[in-house]
């Protein structure tokens, strides 16, 4: 069975440890509405995906 040399301390664990952290979403506003999009995504609201209508809504009630 595998045994380690020696044991890492908190410490030393924890400094290791220090740069994984959650970086925050990549929001850009919508070139036709103008709403907070994530990139690469449809806008929810208007429906448009880089300026060009991707989701026709039936009724503009939505």
Known sequence: MAHPKSR???QRKRKRRT???AEAPNVMSCSNCGNPVLRHHICDECG???GKP???Y???DY
Do not use: A, L, N, P
Request: glycine share 0%; net charge neutral.
């Open 8 to 10: 890492i301390s908190k």
């Open 19 to 21: 740069h994984y952290k």
């Open 48 to 50: 448009h995906y880089r």
């Open 54 to 56: 991707v989701i026709v």
């Open 58 to 60: 039936e009724d503009d």
